[in-house]
């Protein structure tokens, strides 16, 4: 008895250990941010790597479901398509495996590192129809529930185990009918079946043999934590060539917990990480000042706040559900709409040592609000006549064009993305608020921040726990040679620095870090 009793012990240790390997983004060389590039084809993240990703330092680049998705022709070629997997040929409206390797091999060459977004609860709706209007041109029957391309049958869906009358998910209290009937139609796999498992299996491990770091989950709360378990306990390690031996694949798992419901994002973290929800939701109140919320609230930001242990969220300020109101978080959410609270709400989330953060890069799109809801919410990317996606133009001033918005690149989000990197490890520090929307808080003795929210100028000497010196603030501007572009902040002998900032400034904060110093 005693030998099972230690082989029982070693097993859950070695399952804890892996579940604690795969909170690990496996970032390359101190970097320490993920870009969301949403609907970009893959040739144009080769390219945005290389010229742009890589030397500022980001650490790596969500994509889009690369696997052969659903084209829907009415409305034209909506974004949701490619969330309607047909099967898992490497073939998608970001292009084909080819085009998909090459970015992979391109990317890991410049420390960036590749996050697949992966549809594994579900194939497309079951209004799918049947024929070859799909991105590879494999024909499918989803009215028979037949993906030969597979090759999946009826025989690999849940609808023996759902109990409502329309096996569509009713009831979210339900947790069975959360996990074992159709989220919005979408046919739902039977993912306990050893033969599902297999197939998912086979193409996560297929990415990661191509070079991927990890996944994002799609829709986990509608996945029973231990198929996913026994899923993500098969995937292989990392591709040696570009991680070092034993490297498990990064996870991170979508699951919209704002509280109130049966399912929670608890059941999961021990997985991997999970899409922090609340954290978005309440960043919004609180730069809008929405339900009297104020910044200097934010001094136990985190886990003080009721999210999750800080090693298991991945944060983010908006995501490409809530930003066009779907998903979760409501009206508050920030988005490039609002440029300016955006700005401050994304540095905020960058300074902050809170979880690991995403930042989202988007496109434009008509909004028509009919009663508070956008009825263009659906529109894909920026696309030619035939539907195939456009490449992003970068222009002369580095902005991007043909409708893609490309926040990752405004030089306030990006000069904070390089403060995280050059403040990574450091605690929060020397905080300092007015009891109103006027906060500062430092990292260690590496980096300061000040945020003016008030309707009125902010003058105040701060504590910035710096070494003496001038340092360029990197919102306004950043160092350039020997000089700055933007403001300068001197910091005296005594770490104490004045700081101005008008309410009516462009971008009414400021931020340096030790790599900012002249």
């Excluded at 009825?375 to 409708?403: A, E, F, H, M, R």
């Amino acid at each position: 008895p005693r030998k099972g009793k230690s082989m029982k012990l070693f097993i859950l240790m070695a399952l804890f250990g892996l579940g604690l390997a795969q909170h690990n983004p496996q970032f390359k060389n101190g970097r320490t941010s993920i870009v969301h590039l949403f609907e970009w084809r893959w040739a144009d993240i080769a390219q945005e790597c290389e010229r742009f990703l890589g030397p500022k330092g980001f650490g790596g680049v969500q994509i889009s479901p690369p696997n052969e998705h659903i084209v829907l022709g009415i409305p034209w070629r909506p974004w949701y398509q490619r969330y309607q997997p047909v099967s898992y040929n490497l073939c998608s409206r970001s292009g084909s495996e080819a085009e998909l390797k090459d970015m992979i091999t391109r990317c890991n060459k410049v420390g960036v590192n590749i996050y697949v977004d992966t549809v594994i609860n579900h194939m497309c709706g079951s209004g799918g129809g049947t024929g070859t209007h799909s991105s590879c041109g494999s024909w499918f029957d989803a009215t028979n529930e037949d993906f030969p391309s597979v090759p999946y049958s009826y025989l690999d869906f849940n609808d023996y185990k759902c109990k409502t009358g329309s096996g569509e998910i009713e009831n979210y209290g339900d947790i069975y009918q959360v996990r074992d009937c159709r989220l919005v139609g979408l046919l739902d796999l039977a993912l306990e079946k050893e033969y599902v498992k297999g197939k998912v299996t086979e193409y996560m491990n297929k990415l990661i043999n191509m070079g991927v770091a990890g996944f994002r989950v799609d829709g986990c709360k509608h996945m029973w934590p231990g198929d996913l378990s026994a899923v993500y306990g098969r995937l292989n390690n990392l591709n040696t060539q570009w991680f070092p031996g034993g490297s498990r694949p990064f996870i991170y798992q979508e699951v919209i917990d704002l509280g109130g419901e049966p399912i929670s994002a608890n059941e999961y973290v021990h997985l991997g990480r999970v899409t922090e929800f609340k954290y978005g939701a309440k960043l919004g109140n609180i730069f809008r000042k929405w339900n009297n919320e104020k910044l200097c609230y934010t001094k136990n930001w985190g886990e003080g706040w009721g999210f999750m242990a800080n090693g298991n969220a991945v944060v983010f300020t908006d995501n490409h559900d809530n930003q066009r109101g779907s998903g979760a978080g409501g009206a508050s959410i920030l988005t490039f709409w609002d440029p300016r609270l955006y700005k401050m709400a994304v540095g905020y989330m960058l300074a902050h040592p809170y979880g690991v953060t995403r930042v989202m890069s988007s496109y434009r799109w008509d909004r028509n609000f009919v009663n508070g809801k956008d009825q263009n919410y659906w529109v894909g990317p920026p696309s030619n006549g035939d539907g195939s996606t456009k490449p992003v133009l970068i222009n002369p001033d580095q902005t991007c064009g043909n409708g893609w918005v490309c926040e990752h690149r405004w030089r306030q989000i990006t000069n904070m993305v390089i403060f995280r990197n050059v403040v990574n490890g450091q605690p929060h520090s020397n905080w300092w608020d007015n009891q109103g929307n006027q906060v500062a808080f430092g990292r260690g003795n590496r980096g300061f921040i000040v945020f003016n929210n008030d309707d009125w100028d902010l003058n105040v000497t701060l504590n910035t726990g710096m070494p003496g010196g001038t340092y360029c603030d990197v919102i306004s501007g950043q160092k350039e040679g020997s000089k700055c572009t933007g403001k300068q902040v001197t910091v005296g002998g005594d770490g104490r620095a004045t700081f101005s900032i008008s309410n009516k400034d462009e971008d009414p904060f400021i931020a340096i870090h030790a790599d900012s110093k002249l």
